[in-house]
């Protein structure tokens, strides 16, 4: 990278010495500020591994093109983009080049010159006399990093920029891949090139996440004046709860529609027809502006109340929904040798915090007053000292940040994968390992990982077999162990290889595995002893175990037995949802301790007691896939379904030895949490891997008054090791205003959470308790807040059911609740489909759980252009969302309903000819194929607005939900009219009689 | 001063009584240890620690399963002895308790009853600050009741 290492000696002594430089004590080599990007093709960890305690100076093993070729000294300059709105402006950063610019040895052993770091120190550049203040020694490196799927193509451009102006390629790969997303406006893609152009071309420009952090401001600032201005903006930071309250005050009265009370009653038709936005904070605009995005972190009370007693009288729960490792397209990225954090509290600091002068930040979550380190000075952004305000640690609610050596005692493990199949007569029946074999020999390539990934293979019936993939060896060698009740692992140093040095023999393996035992006529299943095998070879580096199993564990340790008996389905008492054996339980606590999770691959046809098996995931945070019925001949949509989801499940970021700790204001305090996790100390979560499609909840109370505060703020903070080896740390900080009224807690209710939260609440109430006290507890939760909101809020009895506007559809979500898989009473409902459905309530983020609780209906057959959104050229017509009600559907029309994971294309019966001609080339409705899961692609503009839509709908979620298309005579109609919440069904009320049965209950 | 059934009855609940009040101190001290990690936080999320926490937590959640069954059966016989003896107003004392016994061991909301503090559910703060207070009752419990056997031992020492 860095053609000059020699600067780095003489640069202690030259400082300009206007103030003093904190250089971490680890920091024996002192990497200095820098802002290159363009960058050393990922040095293996491994080879550069030195010890942090070494002093060793060694060039690089990549030169930089562009520094070797630019002897003065590149200046990075921040090409403003015109527009600075940073909601609103494409940020360059989030998908960058993650692999080509981030230097993870480097940093994590702080003993390398590297890394093209000229601009600061270097006494002896004459070229900079331009900058005054930026010489201080910081090493700020402001990188990116993005979607696993993209990371391939990236990491080629990235370190093609590195031969030019790295700016200008850069934004040429950006406009490729942002292209797809409908944030990019076409006018800042062809702003930045000029401008970084115009800049000089001998000065880089800086990294996307520079760009991507300019602070609001200094919009239409001209980028040369950046240089110049070293303070003199003066102190501006939005005061933080100053005129909070005039705002929230003119807040109110702007928005009467959120003020309205509705009586439901009369008011039927509640449900918007366009999606539901999460309410927003009654905040000052300015505030509002920095805080973090409701997909990512989200609380059920928008507006805090101020005392645990006020909590109380409104009845709602309190707590926080998160997603805190989902794919972003836009992240900024930190590298900072120091990490500001408040001194007694640990928090990272924010955009919340208050500057009280230019030295001194006030935590804003235990109020502790710190001292602003003298790097933090420094706005790597803006090149101007005394502004640390307007760094990006300020500026952005979501930031993630490279840890420095100290969060790490020993080096951050390698990526280590294991797959465990099951291959009893039973396994190879459904013919899995087919499909799952081939997805893997796909995917082998895009495993996110490094140079050290490892991967290994175990296999087992009633014995376990286990396969030496060494270097080498001409063919896998296939190891049995039949001694399940006292397993050892057999060379163990063979069994996980380094994927690069074996690939060929895995190849190997994964194109024989399938054909292997197909003569097989075991049919015990040792997964007990498997999975403790599996255990023992990964504990030494931890990682992530793929089981796939398909029958009940038969054989050894941790055998079940069948408990599932069909005659009391319907009965909401005495059925099993909790494990019958507490195996499962402390092997995955085993798991947790050696950073191992393990993820779950069910497919089977009878009952496998899914409530013990599924906490081997649950406590080592994996998480649970199940395809009931699976067979590769006779449910073709089953394995369709299983290999969209491999794809998925291989290619996606993955973070290991992770722990997540949430934090919130004084006063405030967490205390139960759901998710796939094991809580290791009261508030930190231990994770050992981290996936970005995992959500997790916390319930919160509120234990001393918050009377002397406006504003409170949620930090969570969640420390992983990427797959390329580095530590990093993902922030996300929310604000939220405090209340002391019954009615302000009431209107700033976030309905859709308040239905997750309370799922996630009922789910281990159906746990400890019975699902009937889970049903009751969640139809109860209804009543009570309403009955409050009409007894405290209500000065008039009126007759009908008054609820607030914020809450019109609490009673429409809690009765789609009572009617989902997890909850329903009726006796379609198997054992091991409602446990995967609470393990899903549990585990998946709020927006696909509200899908799956609460379907969107749309009209489909009628499809026009009028409102459609244009993304990049394509036009994506937004047909109203319909009531989940027959009364909405009609026999000549097609219906498609979007429930998540699966989209189902309901098609009425007298159906117009032009819909099944056009869309779905068929001649005549009777020609509808029994199971149809694709539209095919006709040259009609009513075929490509249905499929642009469905793309669309599937674009917006990691996973890849099946398309059925039914007629009215399909098996699957009655799945479809299951989702149906709002009407009655044998063992459900309807909506109305729903809302009639609460009006009772409030007006008793 | 006669050496009556009741007498005895008092001296052995006295000498049982403390060992109890050992148990209650002991529960404190391990949820104490089960709330707090005595790390900084940067330790705290060290793969190494995360071992040897674990490790304490299922070894503190073990201990803490084999003497729930001693001291619900200690207090137990407490009770059975004070029924034989025929101590009413002392066994009114105990009733209350020995139900809540009775009904934390069988109100077990698991298949098996080894789940009883089982490190997931226990480490909730929730559940771990509900076990905490009820230690601490008990603690004070055992503690008035230990003063109140060792006054009623004296007392039919003396009034008999």
Known sequence: MSSQVSVNQGYNSQLPGSYPHL?????????????????????????????????????????????????????????????????????????????????????????????????????????????????????????????????????????????????????????????????????????????????????????????NTAPPSTTGMPPSS??????????????????????????????????????????????????LQPPVPNLHEDIQKLNCNPELFRCTLTSIPQTQALLNKAKLPLGLLLHPFKDLVQLP??????????????????????????????????????????????NPLTRVYGEPHRRPEVQNA??????????????????????????????????????????????????????????????????????????????????????????????????????????????????????????????????????????????????????????????????????????????????????????????????SGQQVAVDLFLLSGQYSDLASLGCISRYSAGSVYYYPSYHHQQNPVQVQKLQKELQRYLTRKIGFEAVMRIRCTKGLSIHTFHGNFFVRS?????????????????????????????????????????????????????????????????????????????????????????????????????IDSLSAYHSSVLSSQQPGLMVPFSLRLFPLFVLALLKQKSFQTGTNARLDERIFAMCQVKNQPLVYLMLTTHPTLYRVDNLSDEGALNINDRTIPQPPILQLSVEKLSRDGAFLMDAGSVLMLWVGKNCGQNFLSQVLGVQNYALIPQTMTDLPELDTPESARIIAFISWLREQRPFFPILYVIRDDSPMKANFLQNMVEDRTESALSYYEFLLHIQQQVNK | MAFTFAAFCYMLSLVLCAALI????????????????????????????????????????????????????????????????????????????LFYHFWRYFHCPADSSELAYDPPAVMNADTLSYCQKEAWCKLAFYLLSFFYYLYCMIYTLVSS
């Open chain 1, 226 to 275: 950046l240089n110049y201005s070293s303070g003199p903006q003066g102190f501006t930071q939005t005061p933080l709860g100053a005129n909070h309250l005039t705002a929230s005050m003119s807040g109110l009265s702007l928005h009467p529609e959120g003020l309205r009370v509705i009586n439901l009653l009369q008011e039927r038709n509640m449900l918007p027809s366009t999606p």
């Open chain 1, 682 to 782: 009261t508030d930190l979560l231990s994770l050992p891997n981290v996936n970005p499609d995992a959500g997790y909840a916390v319930q919160m109370s509120v234990e001393e008054s918050l009377t002397d505060t406006q504003l409170v703020s949620f930090q969570s903070a969640l420390l992983y090791t990427s797959s390329k080896g580095e530590r990093r740390i993902r922030v996300h900080t929310l604000c939220l205003p405090v209340v002391s009224t019954l009615n302000e807690v009431f209107l700033g209710a976030d309905v859709q959470a308040i239905s997750g939260l309370l799922a996630n609440m009922a789910v281990d109430r159906s746990v400890t308790a019975s699902l009937s006290d889970a049903r009751d507890a969640l139809v109860n939760a209804v």
């Open chain 2, 22 to 97: 050992f148990f209650a101190i002991w529960h404190i001290i391990a949820f104490d240890e089960l709330r707090t990690d005595f790390k900084s936080p940067i330790d705290q999320c060290n793969p190494v620690h995360a071992r040897e926490r674990l490790r304490n937590i299922e070894r503190i959640c073990f201990l803490l399963r084999k003497l729930v069954l001693p001291e619900y059966c200690i207090h137990s016989l407490f009770c059975i002895m004070f029924l034989c003896a025929q101590e009413w107003l002392t066994l009114g004392l105990n009733v209350p308790l």
């Open chain 1, 333 to 378: 990225v930190v590298t900072s040798s120091t990490i500001v954090r408040c001194r007694s509290c640990r928090t990272y600091i924010n955009p919340f915090v208050n500057f009280l002068d230019q030295r001194r930040w006030k935590c804003n979550l235990c109020y502790r007053v710190n001292d602003v380190p003298e790097e933090f000075m420094y």
């Open chain 1, 23 to 211: 250089i971490p004590a680890k920091t024996l080599n002192p990497v200095s500020g820098q802002s290159n990007y363009g960058g050393s093709q990922t040095v293996s960890p491994l080879s550069n591994y030195q010890g942090p305690g070494q002093t060793l100076y060694r060039p690089p093993a990549a030169s930089n093109p562009v520094t070797s070729s630019l002897p003065s000294v590149p200046v990075p300059r921040m090409p403003l983009p015109a527009s600075q709105n940073p909601a609103a402006t494409p940020m360059p950063s989030g998908s960058f080049l993650p692999g080509a610019n981030v230097q993870p040895p480097l940093n994590w052993q702080y003993n390398y010159p590297s890394t093209g770091s000229q601009i600061n120190h270097c006494p002896r550049s004459s070229s900079q006399p331009t900058i005054s203040g930026n010489t201080n020694l910081t090493s700020h490196q402001y990188v990116s990093s993005g979607d696993p799927p993209l990371q391939n193509n990236l990491t080629k451009s990235g370190i093609a920029s590195n031969t030019n102006n790295g700016s200008m390629v850069v934004h040429n790969s950006y406009d490729e891949i942002e292209g797809g997303g409908f944030l990019a406006t076409p006018q800042y893609a062809n702003k930045n090139p000029t401008m970084s152009r115009s800049v000089g071309y001998s000065y880089p420009s800086l990294p996307p996440g520079y760009q």
């Open chain 1, 398 to 591: 979501t930031i993630e940040f490279m840890a420095p050596s100290e969060y790490m005692l020993r080096p951050p493990q390698p990526p280590v994968y294991l797959f465990v199949f099951d291959v009893s007569h039973n396994a190879v029946e459904t013919g899995y390992l087919n499909s799952v074999c081939q997805s893997l020999l796909d995917n082998l390539d895009l495993l996110p990982g490094n140079t050290r990934t490892k991967i290994g293979f175990i296999t087992f019936d009633s014995t376990i077999h286990f396969y030496s993939l060494q270097e080498g060896l001409s063919q896998p060698q296939m190891l049995i162990v039949s001694d399940i009740e006292d397993v050892f692992i057999p060379m163990p140093e063979n069994l996980l290889v380094n994927l690069n040095e074996s690939k060929e023999l895995v190849q190997d393996l994964l194109k024989t595995l399938p054909q292997m035992f197909t003569k097989t006529l075991e049919t015990q299943s040792a997964l007990g002893p498997a999975l403790q095998a599996a255990f023992k070879l990964m504990s030494p580096t931890g990682g992530r175990m793929s089981v796939f199993q398909t029958q009940l564990p038969t054989l050894g340790v941790g055998a079940l037995r069948p408990r599932e008996e069909p005659n009391q389905r319907s009965s909401a008492k005495e059925i099993h949802l909790t494990p019958s054996t507490d195996f499962y339980k402390k092997l995955a606590l085993d798991c």
